[in-house]
């Protein structure tokens, strides 16, 4: 199983970026994805998820409205759509699974085994 974030940048507030989350090595269609986040000093923390078929998406508070999850499946690809970017939303950026994973509110990727590398959004004047 391999996952491939990428997409991440310095940007101004309320600008736009769109995360990409590459997938291999696995039946991607049969998988739901999440994205969490991680800022210096602070626990990580559930974004944005969507099911295997793309048919739930769940993104937490701070986000809504802002953020877009969606999905293309024939190409392994999972896209996380930011816009009117806030200096609270600078963090590394994860992609990640699991066989036993649901995308379901509230959860902060405790027990997944499978990450991409991590994308940096810095969101800075």
């Known amino acids: 199983v391999q996952l491939q974030a990428s997409g991440g940048g310095l940007v101004q507030p309320g600008g736009s970026l769109r995360l990409s989350c590459a997938a291999s090595?696995?039946?991607?269609?049969?998988?739901?994805i999440g994205w969490f986040r991680q800022a210096p000093g602070r626990e990580r923390e559930g974004v944005s998820c969507i099911s295997s078929s793309g048919d739930v998406t769940y993104s937490t508070d701070s986000v809504k409205g802002r953020f877009t999850i969606s999905r293309d499946n024939a190409k392994n690809t999972v896209f996380l759509q930011m816009n009117s970017l806030k200096s609270e939303d600078t963090a590394v950026y994860y992609c990640a699974t699991d066989t036993w994973y649901r995308c379901v509110p509230n959860t902060v990727g405790v027990g997944m085994d499978y990450w991409g590398q991590g994308t940096q959004v810095t969101v800075s004047s």
């Open positions: 090595g696995f039946d991607f269609d049969n998988y739901a």
